[in-house]
């Protein structure tokens, strides 16, 4: 994986451990994921003139993907009602990587080597370990943590479907804009059937902050897409999860939890997967 698309793919993170902390911040969570996923098909019309559009070869990926990114919206949101966020989150994203590596042998016929493997093993165990340790002393809910595993399956099915579906695109700002478009119609449409007259003024008080979250959304799955021509699919996935420890340190930025211990053995875990991800992942360059 090159400097670039490393970057690429740590700049993804960031922003998207925004646009998750964002939608966390509201409190009713189809009002937030209205506006993201509303704000997503706006943006995603407004590129529509300035790019191209996807290959023919690609349209099946595309649909296929906006269906599999509605059921991931409704799983997230559930994840976030049931569940601790500071858990559910990195649940969802740290199981994923590990499935993204199996499809991705399978469909894309990419079978990482055995440092890369390595690495996404670590990454993992790193990621599902913030869930982990958060649950020691506690009884796991386990509504919540089948919710968010849930949550990852269906993050593993839209990586690798639109990773096989930007590569055949010829274009991946084509291929975002229109699966913002297409996929960011749903769950708008389900919230107007649902408050119908009322869906105004439920929207009006969060309008900024979910479309701030909208911005960030296609801006974090751009970079992504663009990853996913340039190196393989797994490996992108795992580095793509460390949104996680992020979004984790944001947590402890607001804890005052004196018992946490000063060294947190979950961090170098990561950190060292994320290393050897960089290292020894391949360059593609699909086009």
């Known amino acids: 994986m090159t400097p670039l698309v490393t970057a690429a793919v740590l700049c993804a993170a960031v922003t998207h451990a925004g646009w998750n902390a964002l939608a966390h911040r509201i409190t009713d969570k189809l009002v937030g994921f209205t506006l993201i996923a509303g704000g997503g098909a706006l943006i995603g019309l407004a590129l529509m003139p300035f790019v191209p559009v996807p290959a023919a070869g690609a349209w099946p990926y595309l649909l296929v993907s906006a269906v599999i990114h509605v059921v991931y919206y409704a799983l997230l949101m559930r994840s976030f009602r049931l569940g601790d966020f500071g858990q559910a989150y990195p649940i969802a994203r740290g199981t994923a990587p590990l499935v993204v590596t199996a499809l991705a042998a399978v469909f894309a016929h990419e079978v990482p080597g055995r440092w890369a493997a390595a690495g996404i093993a670590l990454s993992c165990a790193g990621l599902t370990g913030v869930a982990l340790w958060g649950l020691r002393g506690r009884r796991p809910h ?116 004196v018992s946490r211990p000063l060294v947190d053995p979950r961090r170098p875990v990561a950190v060292t997967g994320f290393a050897v991800l960089r290292t020894h992942s391949k360059h593609t360059g699909y086009r």
């Not at 449409?189 to 007259?197: K, P, T």
């Not at 996935?237 to 992020?246: I, N, P, T």
């Open 142 to 257: 386990w509504a919540a943590i089948g919710a968010a595993l849930a949550t990852g399956l269906s993050i593993a099915a839209y990586t690798v479907v639109d990773g096989l579906g930007v590569r055949a695109s010829g274009s991946s700002l084509g291929y975002v804009a229109w699966l913002m478009a297409v996929e960011g119609v749903a769950i708008p449409a389900y919230a107007a059937y649902r408050w119908r007259g009322e869906l105004p003024g439920k929207l009006r008080p969060f309008t900024g902050l979910g479309l701030l979250g909208a911005a960030l959304s296609v801006a974090a799955y751009g970079l992504v897409l663009w990853a996913q021509t340039q190196a393989e699919l797994a490996p992108v996935a795992a580095l793509r999860e460390s949104s996680v420890k992020f979004r984790s340190r944001r947590n402890k930025r607001r804890c005052s939890d």
